[in-house]
């Protein structure tokens, strides 16, 4: 499951099987009694704790980054600012109440593909991807990323030409990036939403290109 970079859906399946128990892991349990004793001894407010799990779970999420690259792709200016300084420029589009993290906007071209990893840990740009995929987090991902990121991307499905030159970008806890991907041909007519619909998460990470419609 960890090991296998291309299917999500199936390792949330295997765990929340209806038809099977609901298992607990240990950190799960770990978070619960933390929480427990938190809330009893009256340092945290469990309708602020919801609050914050409902901003990272709804509020922020891959279509923060999504009406960003969509509005690159319209708007050379902003494109400009976005590459300048990604937090800064999308503030601008006022999606979300702050962009926290240092956040570094590289663009993909026909001579060099983008990719992001943390090899240290799991480091993310939360604030305009949300929560980070699980596949993002593990070991192999992290370590494969840097040793065969063509390899990697193949398992995604990513078939880049050997003139495309494949750079990946290592996060820090002050560093994070945020891929900026070619705009997909065929989509001279769709406006703006319909470009952002294009943009996957992934995409903005650098393990996926968005697929523009057919021709
Ligand atoms: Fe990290």
């Known amino acids: 499951m960890a090991h296998d970079h291309t299917d999500e859906t199936h390792h949330a399946h295997i765990h929340h099987d209806p038809d099977q128990p609901q298992e607990v892991d240990e950190a799960q349990l770990r978070v619960r009694a933390l929480e427990t004793i938190l809330v009893e001894k009256g340092y945290v407010d469990p309708a602020t704790l919801d609050s914050i799990i409902d901003y990272f779970e709804h509020r922020v999420g891959p279509h923060v980054g999504a ?47 983008n990719m992001v990893v943390c090899t240290l840990c799991s480091c993310y740009p939360w604030d305009v991807l949300g929560l980070p995929p699980t596949w993002y987090k593990s070991a192999a991902y992290r370590s494969r990323a840097i040793i065969d990121p063509r390899g990697v991307l193949t398992d995604f499905g990513v078939a880049l030409p050997e003139s495309t030159e494949i750079r990946v970008w290592d996060s820090t806890a002050e560093t994070r990036f945020l891929v900026l991907p070619m705009r997909p041909a065929n989509t001279e007519s769709l406006g703006e939403d319909a470009l952002a619909a294009l943009v996957t998460r992934n995409s903005m990470i650098g393990t996926a290109v968005p697929v523009g419609p057919s021709a």
């Open 67 to 113: 009406k960003a690259v969509a509005r690159a792709w319209v708007d050379e200016s902003f494109k400009r600012a976005l590459l300048e300084d990604g937090a800064a420029a999308i503030q601008t589009l006022n999606l979300v109440p702050r962009i926290g993290d240092h956040l570094i906007v590289v663009e993909n071209t026909p001579m060099q593909h």
